[in-house]
């Protein structure tokens, strides 16, 4: 599959996700969805194209709409129209992640000193993994998404401790990537080589590597585009999550 073909792919898929077309990915505006699936007081801004797909729980459809009446036709909305227009008094930011694509032709692997044992973890390494993730920050594990019990997840350990770990997630059409790695065993590759493991098993089951990362967590990027992810901006690019005060 070339990149053309690839990046297509990536696109038809959104547009059927969103009920949408690829003319309206091109043209620009917003289009809202209520999601009943989404928690209460959440509103995800997903950026595709020109276009940017409102989705909401319905609890927050009243306001929603107050702002897009509000709207100029065919206006682009983003999180900075609705922190500005609410005032930042009653919605925050919640975060605002970008999105990379893996082609499977991109795929970079890195070799490791033999020290470092790279393989695929069970349920009986859960406990190395709580220990992995008490070793760092509650916020690095909440960005992290990494837990036993996803689709797959790949350690490194070094002397019988696991001291890395990247684990996929059933995200449709696509294997939603998530790394951890611990403070002192970081800068050394460590969390490359086990998201590229987890990248190896995605494509074999016929899926395609998407990895989300906060646009402020540098090294997460830095460590995405280093294996060979990228974005594709005439896809769902960016995605942007605001939360109203109860």
Not at 142 to 148: A, C, G, K, L, P
Not at 155 to 165: H, P, Q, T
Not at 208 to 222: A, D, E, G, K, W
Request: charged share 25%.
């Amino acid at each position: 599959m070339n990149r053309e073909i690839f990046e297509q792919k990536i696109i038809d898929d959104w547009v059927k996700y969103f009920d949408s077309s690829k003319k309206e990915f091109e043209t620009s505006g917003s289009k809202i969805i209520a999601r009943n699936k989404y928690a209460k007081n959440l509103v995800i801004i997903a950026h595709a194209g020109q276009k940017t797909f409102i989705q909401y729980n319905p609890d927050v459809e009243g306001r929603v709409n107050e702002l897009t009446r509000h709207s100029p036709s065919g206006m682009t909305l983003t999180a900075e129209h609705f922190i500005s227009y609410f005032e930042n008094e009653n919605i925050r930011i919640n975060n605002i992640d970008k999105l990379f694509y893996l082609h499977l032709p991109d795929l970079k692997t890195f070799t490791l000193d033999e020290c470092f044992i790279i393989r695929k973890l069970v349920t009986e390494d859960e406990h190395y993994l709580n220990e992995l993730n008490n070793s760092c920050s509650e916020e690095e594990v909440d960005n992290s998404f990494v837990e036993i019990d996803e689709l797959g997840v790949w350690g490194c350990y070094f002397d019988n401790k696991l001291v890395a770990a990247a684990g996929f997630s059933d995200w449709g059409l696509y294997g939603d990537l998530g790394v951890i790695t611990h403070p002192e065993f970081r800068r050394r590759g460590l969390g490359k080589a086990v998201v590229s493991a987890a990248c190896k098993e995605i494509f074999e089951i016929g899926r395609i590597p998407v990895y989300r990362c906060h646009i402020t967590l540098f090294q997460s990027i830095n460590t995405a585009k280093s294996i060979g992810f990228r974005i594709y901006p005439k896809a769902y690019f960016k995605m942007e999550v605001l939360k109203y005060s109860e």
